[in-house]
């Protein structure tokens, strides 16, 4: 106190004003505020209440997704064998890895629960759920334009490629409509009154033992809702309930092989663009350049197809979580 | 407070240097509101590009090159001068004679089963072969197996409604045959339609039971599916079986059923789709959305003897699905429970399809019944002045080729 006594006089004037001129906006804002109490509140729980409970359409950035994923999760759900923790583990893992790259690219994320239901226990009603799963969530986001499914053992594996940029932007050369090249199934390659001049409407991948329905894109149009619809037909599944191992999938194959629509607007996709396998899928093929995930080639969507068919999903999903990990950290990280 | 200002920099001397420029430049009324005005609306301007931006979102193209080129069930087509594309009748019984056998190609698979098969890639017969040709079977074999090949790609007075009917040599003769189709002819001509007829025989090879007493049912959506490849521009096709004649040339189909009153006046709306049923046809359904046209029976039953499709693609999922061979070789009962099971079980295809009055297209005549009696709520089958005589049920009493003899007299006789 003592020190500055001195300058106390003027200072403290120059203080004031600095003071005053510093706090004037501040104390005018705060003055007001004070003013209008009642005013201010009901301003401020509107906007509360807009922000935590409010409709996404009334906000001013959100708009509906223009690709929506669909993470089929909780396979079986343990109705028919436990759930353990590594099957928890799994989901859990998957999940974050679809939420996490469906942020960084703005797309829509729905996880749709995939627990084994007595309606589709019935032999000639199995595999219906994938249909029914899709036609409800095209209801759900009636604005999407495209869906991509993911089954759950699915991961991510190059999450700075975005759907636009990696399929769409190059589907010229990317995709495939005849298979001259790659025929698993051996059919038909030629179909009268195929008009391939429109949209394509589903792409989907071919493994080895034919298509593949892991993870395949399919529009939002008026074509995808009449395929679903058509899709399942007792009349078909009642024929070929006990050759049609792969359910859905065979059900598909078999509109591909014989119906012009169907044929006219499908495209498939390299297995390796979004649907690579581990060794262990396919495993007959082992070497087969065509199916396999490569690092190197930083192939997008790992697979564990299969795995919980005698394989261990918990070690190829760590196995891939790990090296995910790895692609994915950055330099600085180690710091801290 | 104290220790603030023992901290405070010294002001003056000669420390006054950039920083009070610095301050003077922000100080600066006039050029600091200036300042601020410039950052806001450069702010302002990033900021509405942005919701802009976000407005018109990018729109995910999914084009990819077209590997092939549409064709029908031949590779090579036949171009057509007139829109009214007929088969020679007059080879039916040359054709009867040649039987399936004679017309196709028998191979017999490792299974030792033996299928007929279509050389879809076989180039038409040219004028000079056929001048060439003098063997009458040759040539009507040949005939025959190019009529497939036929298309009418003329840009202009292209005809909106195609009449499309299968003809079968081996159960009509050839007089009964030719009235057929010159009905249907006369009648395209009259209200410049366009006419597809093929013989039954032409599809045999394209299903798994091949023959047309089987099998005559699921020609229906193969032809159609050829109708419309060969009439490309064409806005109705109608199916008219063969039992069947047009019995008012005057009528258009167009001002009788496809416009849009006549059509809404026509749609049976909530009522079950086949007899019995739960699944009712849909209350609410705009005559904008209809692709597809059948008309129901008295009984409640789904008559596929005479139906419209147009071209779009529903009615194009529909034939193909109709056509699968995986569909068709389910146990049906008949073409009608087939055609009904489809448009229960499948929403999306029953919300473009109108059922409709039989009277419309397919009024079915009743021989124990007079023809000319007065029209009335309670008249189902045919009288005078409806559109279409259907003979369904002279099969069973074995009198197609007398029915269609004494109505042709009578429609042609009245007419001209």
């Known amino acids: 106190m003592s020190s500055s006594m001195p300058y106390e006089a003027s200072l403290d004037e120059e203080k004031k004003r600095q003071f005053t001129k510093k706090f004037k906006l501040v104390d005018r804002i705060a003055a007001s505020i004070i003013r209008h109490k009642k005013l201010f509140l009901v301003l401020f729980s509107l906007l509360f209440v807009a922000f935590w409970f409010g409709f996404p359409q009334f906000g001013l950035w959100s708009k509906d997704p223009k690709i929506v994923i669909i993470l089929a999760v909780n396979e079986g759900g343990g109705v028919l064998k436990w759930k353990g923790e590594q099957e928890w583990e799994i989901e859990r893992i998957s999940i974050q890895n679809k939420r996490a790259y469906a942020k960084k690219h703005g797309y829509g994320l729905t996880l749709k629960d995939m627990h084994t239901a007595k309606r589709y226990s019935h032999e000639y009603r199995e595999g219906w759920q994938k249909v029914e799963v899709l036609r409800q969530t095209m209801r759900e986001f009636p604005n999407a334009e495209w869906f991509w499914w993911l089954d759950q053992e699915t991961l991510i594996m190059e999450p700075e490629k975005s759907l636009e940029s990696h399929i769409f932007k190059r589907l010229d050369s990317l995709s495939y409509r005849v298979l001259d090249e790659f025929n698993p199934l051996n059919l038909q390659l030629d179909l009268p009154y195929v008009d391939y001049t429109g949209d394509v409407d589903l792409l989907i991948t071919q493994d080895c033992g034919g298509f593949n329905l892991g993870s395949f894109l399919v529009k939002n149009s008026e074509w995808s809702k009449l395929l679903l619809d058509i899709w399942w037909d007792p009349v078909c599944y009642e024929q070929k309930h006990m050759i049609w191992e792969h359910r859905e999938q065979d059900a598909l194959e078999a509109l591909y092989a014989n119906e012009a629509w169907i044929r006219e607007k499908t495209a498939f996709l390299p297995l390796r663009s979004i649907n690579s396998f581990p060794p262990g899928a396919c495993s007959e093929f082992q070497g087969d350049s065509r199916f396999f995930y490569n690092e190197k080639e930083h192939d997008f969507v790992v697979n564990m197809a299969g795995c919980s068919f005698g394989r261990d999903c918990w070690g190829e999903m760590q196995n891939y979580g790990s090296l995910l990990e790895r692609r994915t950290t950055r330099w600085y990280r180690s710091f801290f | ?416």
């Open chain 2, 1 to 416: 407070m104290v220790f603030k200002l023992k901290h405070k920099p010294a002001r003056g001397g000669s420390m006054r240097g950039w920083p009070a420029k610095f301050r003077n430049f922000f100080m600066d009324s006039k050029r600091r509101r200036k300042q601020v005005f410039t950052l806001f609306s450069l702010g302002g301007l990033v900021f509405l590009l942005y919701i802009l931006g976000g407005l018109f979102g990018r729109s995910h193209t999914s084009k990819a090159a077209a590997p092939q080129k549409v064709h029908g069930y031949y590779l090579n087509d036949i171009q057509a001068k007139m829109p009214l594309i007929f088969p020679k009748v007059q080879d039916a019984p040359i054709l009867k004679e040649l039987k399936i056998k004679g017309l196709f190609i028998l191979r017999i698979d490792v299974n030792k089963v033996g299928r007929y098969v279509l050389k879809e890639s076989e180039p038409p017969m040219t004028e000079k072969e056929k001048a060439e040709i003098t063997d009458s079977k040759a040539l009507a074999k040949r005939m025959f197996l190019d009529h497939g090949k036929m298309v009418y790609r003329k840009p202009t007075d292209y005809p909106e409604v195609v009449i499309v009917t299968l003809i079968d040599f081996d159960y009509y003769d050839q007089q009964s045959l030719l009235k057929i189709v010159q009905n249907r002819v006369n009648y395209a001509v009259r209200h410049k339609y366009g006419v597809y007829v093929r013989w039954a025989q032409e599809f045999i090879p394209a299903v798994q039971k091949q023959n047309v007493k089987d099998s005559y049912d699921s020609f229906k959506p193969l032809i159609m599916r050829a109708a419309i490849y060969a009439f490309p521009q064409a806005k109705y096709f109608w199916f008219l079986d063969q039992d069947a004649l047009i019995a008012q040339k005057d009528i258009s189909l167009q001002s009788h059923l496809l416009n849009s009153e006549m059509l809404d006046a026509s749609i049976l709306r909530s009522v079950p789709v086949v007899a019995k049923s739960n699944i009712k046809t849909y209350e609410h359904l705009p005559v904008e959305n209809v692709d597809i046209i059948y008309p129901q029976t008295n009984d409640g039953e789904i008559d596929t003897s005479s139906f419209i499709v147009t071209p779009s693609v529903y009615s194009k999922a529909f034939l193909d699905y109709s056509g699968d061979p995986l569909v068709r070789g389910f146990d049906w009962n008949s073409d009608s429970h087939c055609i009904g099971h489809i448009l229960q079980w499948h929403p999306t295809l029953l919300a473009r399809t109108a059922l409709v009055v039989p009277k419309t297209i397919a009024s079915v005549f009743d021989p124990t019944q007079s023809t000319n009696k007065k029209l009335d709520a309670q008249t189902l089958h045919y009288t005078d002045g409806d559109l279409v005589v259907s003979f369904s049920g002279c099969r069973e009493r074995g009198s197609c080729a007398q029915d269609v003899g004494t109505f042709y007299e009578h429609i042609e006789g009245n007419q001209e």
